[in-house]
């Protein structure tokens, strides 16, 4: 179905003035979107970046097809998970040789959550709040049952940072909220952390690729992030996680696989740690997906977070305005902060009749996703949303709320995946 056209075009011309003097115009072109589309949901699973197609189709062909096993040599497969965790660091303000890219992110909380508990034998509490993503909770719980007399504490955000004590051993948080974008302040949590002895575990999955992080600017201990989100990795594509270089000679990665032994091709029965952030590394990495990644990560680092972050600001600050102007009196209330310094990329709004709110939205070209019990998620993308896609999709949205269409029986009927 066809966008929502401007009622006069003029209504459109200063937004698209704004699309003229992005610094970061150019790397729209370098993604394949499909037409007539408002792409919203890279947050959750991010575009298709032409170079990827590209280098895909040619490490299958040549690399896979004629390289064979000697890739691991020739085509140096074996670096890959080290190369691309070296070009993440540019990302999140860390250094080359403290991130590594392997397994998924829930895999690397359970590593790194069981690192951070052996550092702080004694202690009793890991603390996080109620609402974090599900994943990071489950896996901390998993963590902690074969741990009697240590729990998982949950405070409300606000509480949060009065509640580490000396019993903390660790905190566990995501940076930006997936579901409110609410963004925690990564320097004050993590100092007051130290101050009471405890360590700080950062989820950045719906930062990294969007914000500017600076992990070692907050002095922070371990990190962990998804790949398929702003890192454009592709479905599925391999998470990455951060220790500390200090932290990294006493930490030893419960799931002390061979890939992460000193020498894996010594093949002998002890398990010794890699010396580096290899120690951290399981089995076989995924090869593909882990060059996929790479070819989302080099287009960031081209952009640089500093422009991400800026154009981010601009395109969320232009929604809600948007969003206060032509979608007034119609249920919807905004769940993210309204100021930038205290928020992610990403914005969230709460409906009564949210879900099917949503699916009339993708069934009209604007794709966003829905998260329970209410709230529909719109992802902005600094490299590739414009200024004119989120005038068309705060169009469309007002519309769907003006004439109801959301309503018909077919958008109630929920997806196994939202
Ligand atoms: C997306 C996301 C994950 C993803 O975990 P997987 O192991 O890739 O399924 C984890 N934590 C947070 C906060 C996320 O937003």
Redesign the pocket.
């Known amino acids: 179905m066809d966008l929502v056209q401007p009622r006069s075009p003029r209504e459109l011309a200063a937004v698209r003035s704004w699309d003229a003097n992005d610094p970061l115009r150019q790397f729209r072109e370098r993604f394949d979107l499909p037409p007539n589309v408002v792409y919203l949901d890279g947050n959750?699973l991010g575009a298709l970046p032409r170079a990827t197609r590209q280098r895909i189709a040619d490490v299958v062909a040549h690399e896979w097809g004629t390289g064979l096993i000697r890739s691991w040599n020739d085509a140096d497969w074996i670096g890959a998970p080290r190369r691309v965790g070296d070009k993440i660091a540019g990302l999140i303000g860390a250094a080359a040789g403290e991130v590594i890219v392997a397994d998924?992110?829930?895999?690397n909380?359970f590593k790194l959550v069981h690192v951070a508990l052996a550092a702080r034998p004694g202690r009793r509490e890991v603390l996080s709040e109620p609402g974090?993503?599900c994943?990071?909770l489950y896996v901390i719980e998993g963590a902690l049952r074969g741990m009697p007399g240590r729990s998982l504490r949950l405070e409300p955000a606000e509480r949060l940072i009065e509640c580490i004590s000396e019993d903390t051993a660790l905190v566990v948080l995501?940076h930006v909220h997936?579901k409110s974008a609410a963004m925690h302040d990564m320097r004050a949590i993590t100092a007051r952390a130290h101050e009471k002895g405890a360590l700080v575990l950062w989820?950045l999955?719906?930062s990294v690729g969007a914000l500017q992080v600076d992990l070692n600017g907050c002095d922070a201990d371990f990190a962990?992030g998804?790949g398929?989100?702003y890192l454009n990795g592709g479905p599925?594509a391999p998470?990455f996680l951060f220790v500390a270089q200090r932290h990294l000679a006493g930490s030893v990665s419960p799931l002390s696989g061979w890939m992460g032994h000193a020498r894996p091709f010594d093949f002998v029965d002890p398990y010794a740690p890699a010396p580096g952030i290899e120690r951290f590394l399981c089995g076989t990495p995924p090869v593909l997906g882990v060059l996929s990644l790479e070819c989302g990560v080099d287009l960031l680092l081209e952009a640089g977070t500093a422009a991400l972050q800026a154009k981010s600001e601009g395109l969320c600050q232009l929604f809600i305005t948007l969003v206060e102007e032509m979608c007034g009196g119609h249920d919807l209330r905004l769940l993210s902060p309204t100021d930038a310094r205290q928020r992610g990329s990403h914005l969230a709004y709460a409906h009564p009749n949210g879900y099917a709110v949503m699916r009339a939205l993708i069934d009209r070209g604007v794709i966003g996703d829905f998260r329970a019990p209410d709230c529909l998620r719109f992802g902005l993308v600094p490299l590739y949303t414009r200024y004119e896609d989120v005038w068309h999709a705060v169009a469309t949205l007002r519309d769907v709320l003006q004439t109801q269409c959301w309503s018909e029986p077919r958008y109630a009927v929920r997806a196994a995946v939202t």
């Open positions: 959750s998924s992110t829930s895999a909380l974090n993503f994943t990071d995501t997936y989820d999955s719906h962990v998804c398929y989100k599925g998470a």
